[in-house]
């Protein structure tokens, strides 16, 4: 799907990032992660409404993928708790379903790696003003056989709902 989505673009990515978006098929990945809590009580609610980590923790991560060619399911389980969201190509833009919300990314690849920048958001169906639409910051990076992510996303008015930065062990190159 990022190959499709990001065109010749996809071989700016470095070579960690570009394996992990070619894996397909059923995948079991382990890593390092450490998570924030939610900045408030609003926050923490909605961060339960979402799936999203609701304490901070640090330690192991295991990430299950499921990729076919036209979705992929991402299950993380973090230290303490688990998060799955399901990811497709529509029309160049990758839609995640997480939680009672549906988020719309653009992918930018660059030699530094790949970011997701939202570009639109429902929440129990309803579009998202733009007003109230969350500050994300969705990141990969790479070195070596080591995937790096950088999630983070702030509310107006909420402060932080969910944040989490680790690494993926990345399986060898067939």
């Known amino acids: 799907m990022y190959c499709q989505a990001l065109g010749p673009a996809f ?12 894996l397909s ?14 900045a408030t009580w609003l926050a ?8 999203t980590p ?7 991560i295991r990430f299950e993928l499921h990729a076919s060619p036209t979705a992929e399911t991402w299950t993380r389980h973090f230290p303490a708790q688990t998060m799955r969201s399901t990811l497709r190509l529509v029309r ?3 839609h995640e379903s997480l939680g009672l919300s549906r988020l719309r990314f653009r992918l930018a690849a660059s030699p530094q790696g790949l970011e997701m920048q939202l570009v639109g958001l429902r929440f129990l169906g309803l579009p998202c003003p733009t007003w109230l639409m969350p500050r994300v910051v969705a990141r990969e990076y790479g070195d070596g056989q080591r995937l790096h992510f950088e999630v983070s996303a702030e509310v107006p008015g909420l402060g932080r709902v969910a944040g989490y930065r ?3 062990d990345l399986p060898e190159a067939p």
């Open 166 to 168: 680790g690494h993926l």
């Open 25 to 38: 098929g059923n995948w079991s990945l382990t890593g390092q992660v450490e998570t924030d809590a939610p």
């Open 44 to 51: 923490r609610c909605l961060a339960w409404c979402l799936g």
């Open 11 to 22: 071989e700016q990515l470095p070579q960690a990032v570009r394996r992990f978006h070619t």
């Open 92 to 94: 160049q833009e990758l």
């Open 54 to 60: 609701r304490q901070a923790t640090a330690g192991a």
